[in-house]
């Protein structure tokens, strides 16, 4: 689930440049070194790449890799039948009585 959250937010992130470690761990709430060592984990995996910042080179933006778009896809599919399935549940509460 972390996993998906963190491609799901690489691939989101609205910025002039891509997101950076430091600011996917504020955009999950976890502590810099368990985002670091969540990219690590998504690295590993060929989900993600590092990329030297050019300003700075003590960061690192994050970039989702082809392999990392499939994944991510293939996990919004899988979600998005779920949700389906449960539809009438969802929407139930929010429903006016006449």
Same mark, same amino acid.
Request: charged fraction near 30%.
């Given at each position: 689930?972390?996993?998906?959250?963190? !491609?799901?937010?690489?691939?989101?992130? =609205?910025? =002039?440049?891509?997101?950076?470690?430091?600011? !996917?761990?504020?955009?999950?709430?976890?502590?810099?070194?368990?985002?670091?060592? !969540?990219?690590?984990?998504?690295?590993?995996?060929?989900?993600?790449?590092?990329?030297?910042?050019?300003?700075?080179?003590?960061?690192?933006?994050?970039?989702?890799?082809?392999?990392?778009?499939?994944?991510?896809?293939?996990?919004?599919?899988?979600?998005?039948?779920?949700?389906?399935?449960?539809?009438?549940?969802? !929407?139930?509460?929010?429903?006016?009585?006449?």
């Amino acid at each position: 689930m972390q996993w998906y959250q963190a !491609l799901l937010v690489i691939r989101t992130f =609205d910025s =002039d440049a891509p997101i950076t470690v430091g600011e !996917l761990g504020d955009q999950l709430m976890i502590r810099p070194h368990s985002a670091a060592e !969540l990219v690590s984990r998504l690295e590993a995996a060929n989900l993600v790449k590092r990329k030297r910042d050019p300003a700075d080179g003590r960061r690192w933006h994050l970039l989702i890799t082809a392999s990392g778009d499939r994944c991510l896809a293939e996990l919004a599919a899988a979600h998005l039948e779920r949700l389906q399935e449960f539809q009438e549940a969802f !929407l139930k509460p929010f429903k006016v009585e006449k």
